[in-house]
């Protein structure tokens, strides 16, 4: 089984200076509230796969296999779009929880959380444009816009309760794909890679990155999972994603409706979920869901084709695998 060890090897030491290059960027004061805050945020990143992916794409294309500043500075950049949407997200969404810790609008509320959301955006572009690296900072800003666009598109559809399949993969393509894909690419752009294999690395990370939400959303519907967050946590938001559309498209008109208005009771009903559910389980919505996550997949790996062969690569391929077994 691939682990996030064997992902990360590569670039393990520029990991640990990217972590030091973040720290002394994003430096407050100690003992203040904004200090605190950003000090929590940062100990909570998570996976970190977005910097991974970023260095991994800037080593398997640099004609030496090296990187500097230029690639942590790229690297950063889309990691914290990336917290502060998750800081919103939480705001959004009312959750108390991100990965087994209180969120951060339950630790201080949710009107902080909205203010240092904002402020790590604004001081991750001020550091952008002071570094001069302006082909970056065009190449990543608007990825920022996709977020938004991504996140209104899911709260609309949820109010409506009518997401369709071809709706669903438009806003995780907004939501988390496109993010992926610039990560890659900007790895790419900051070893001045050609056009062509900044444009394959946008497609593997695009792709990556929709498997990368399906297999999220997948994890809702498993009850032992390991993602930090509760069992049905989308369901109770009224989310309608992927292995519930599995099934909608193949029950009759009459089941379809009772489905949608047991959506509209998950809120405040664990029956309604469970319901839901055992549904999912029997018309097998997250082994159907499964195989459109392994076709994303495979079009990944086919982006990696035309590298050569480097322990960079080997990462990358690795990780397609690592997205398909996680459990978290």
Not at 50 to 67: C, D, E, Q, V
Not at 191 to 217: C, K, P, Y
Not at 285 to 298: E, I, K, P, S, Y
Request: aromatic fraction near 6%; charge should be negative.
């Amino acid at each position: 089984m691939v682990t996030l060890d064997d992902i990360r090897r590569p670039v393990a030491s520029q990991l640990e200076e990217f972590n030091s290059f973040v720290r002394q960027a994003f430096n407050e004061k100690p003992g203040t509230l904004l200090g605190d805050m950003i000090d929590y945020i940062l100990t909570s990143r998570g996976k970190g796969l977005r910097p991974i992916i970023t260095m991994l794409s800037a080593g398997a294309l640099s004609p030496t296999g090296n990187f500097g500043k230029r690639t942590m500075l790229a690297a950063m950049l889309v990691e914290m779009i990336h917290v502060a949407s998750l800081v919103h997200d939480d705001v959004i969404d009312e959750s108390n929880m991100r990965r087994g810790r209180a969120s951060v609008n339950a630790r201080w509320q949710s009107r902080n959380a909205v203010i240092v959301g904002d402020y790590i955006l604004a001081k991750n572009m001020d550091i952008g444009l002071k570094s001069g690296q302006f082909d970056l900072l065009n190449h990543i800003i608007g990825g920022m816009t996709v977020l938004c666009e991504g996140e209104i598109l899911q709260s609309d559809h949820a109010g409506k309760l009518d997401t369709s399949r071809e709706a669903y993969f438009d806003i995780i393509y907004k939501k988390t794909a496109s993010l992926f894909g610039t990560c890659a690419s900007a790895g790419a752009l900051s070893v001045g890679a050609s056009h062509r294999d900044i444009s394959a690395m946008r497609n593997f990370g695009e792709a990556l990155g929709m498997a990368f939400q399906i297999v999220d959303d997948i994890l809702d519907y498993t009850p032992d999972n390991n993602a930090g967050k509760p069992a049905a946590n989308d369901l109770r938001e009224r989310k309608i994603t992927l292995p519930l559309i599995e099934v909608l498209e193949r029950v009759d008109e009459a089941e379809r409706e009772q489905i949608i208005k047991l959506v509209e009771e998950c809120a405040t009903s664990d029956e309604a979920v469970e319901s839901i559910r055992e549904r999912v389980e029997r018309y097998d919505g997250v082994n159907l869901a499964r195989r459109t996550m392994q076709r994303f997949l495979q079009r990944a790996m086919s982006e990696l084709a035309t590298l050569a062969e480097t322990p960079f690569r080997q990462a990358m391929m690795d990780l397609c695998t690592f997205v398909a077994e996680r459990d978290r």
